[in-house]
């Protein structure tokens, strides 16, 4: 977890215009995940980074999304906001949203 959380800070540094970051709450406790959530987003709004965040975990996706894309074997099952998520009618999206 401090190896992701040092290179998450590292990558940060450098103010990028786009961040590409896979599953880097991945080894962090519950508690932790959050705040750390809450402090990317922060961070992305306030300098104008895009990220593009792969994880499996629909809470992060939920939490720090303007926008999902949703795979399912390899192919797009949905694209939109979270708020578009959770209206869809689709069933792979409705079992993910669930998890």
């Given at each position: 977890g401090q190896q992701q959380l040092v290179a998450l800070a590292r990558s940060l540094v450098l103010e990028p215009e786009i961040l590409l970051l896979d599953e880097p709450l991945a080894n962090l406790d519950v508690k932790l995940k959050t705040r750390?959530?809450?402090i990317l987003k922060k961070i992305a709004?306030?300098?104008?980074?895009?990220?593009?965040?792969?994880?499996h975990d629909h809470n992060e996706a939920m939490d720090l999304s303007d926008k999902i894309l949703l795979l399912n074997d390899g192919c797009i099952d949905f694209f939109g906001t979270p708020e578009e998520m959770?209206?869809?009618e689709n069933l792979f999206v409705k079992e993910f949203i669930e998890l």
């Open positions: 750390i959530r809450i709004n306030e300098k104008n980074i895009t990220l593009f965040y792969i994880t959770r209206k869809s």
